[in-house]
Nanobody, 118 residues
Framework: VQLQASGGGLVQPGGSLRLSCAASGSGFSINGMGWYRQAPGKQRELVAGIASGGWRNYADSVKGRFLISRDNAKNTVYLQMNNLQPEDTAVYYC?????????????WGQGTLVTVSS
């Protein structure tokens, strides 16, 4: 099982990016999915999460600017990031709680760098 993240890059302040993260493999169900980020010198923090039923939560710093969504048919979670600011610069990691029978495991993607700079 792998989580493959993509969509990072360099963007100017006020710009937008869309991150994607696809889970590959078989024999599992996907429960919650989410995005975290880690800026240089800081701890990894939750940016947004989405439950299997669609309930969403966001960090206060991104509310109103970021939107998390998922496509269950594609085992993919997305993060639409609008009005990006320099403080959003970080490596973004996707996370998924995968169920294998009656056991759940947490998986992480490899991280994708988002740089917001003029």
């Amino acid at each position: 099982v792998q989580l493959q993240a993509s969509g990072g890059g360099l963007v100017q302040p006020g710009g937008s990016l869309r991150l994607s993260c696809a889970a590959s493999g078989s024999g599992f169900s996907i429960n919650g999915m989410g995005w975290y980020r880690q800026a240089p010198g800081k701890q990894r923090e939750l940016v947004a999460g989405i439950a299997s039923g669609g309930w969403r939560n966001y960090a206060d710093s991104v509310k109103g600017r970021f939107l998390i969504s998922r496509d269950n048919a594609k085992n993919t979670v997305y993060l639409q990031m609008n009005n990006l600011q320099p403080e959003d610069t970080a490596v973004y990691y996707c996370n998924a709680d995968l169920g294998f029978g009656n056991r759940d495991y947490s998986y992480w993607g490899q991280g994708t760098l988002v740089t917001v700079s003029s």
